[in-house]
């Protein structure tokens, strides 16, 4: 195995490791929602998730600050 083949296995280890953690999902699926719909619909989703999650609540509060920039 090479050092490039070395470091693609636990690349793909990381990831699959990430993607079992329930705020990863949690993160995914809301970047989703903010694709596909306006920012009422899932913004108290994200507030509610952010509580216990602090990499949620630094994105909600970059959310916040996006949405005092464009008043909507």
Known sequence: MTLFDTYIHYKVIYLDHLLSQHWVLTLIHCLILFRVS????????????????????????????????TGN
């Open 38 to 69: 306006k920012w009422e619909c899932v913004f108290n989703d994200v507030m509610t998730f952010a509580i216990s999650t602090k990499y949620l609540l630094y994105i909600r509060l970059s959310f916040t600050s996006q949405l005092s920039a």
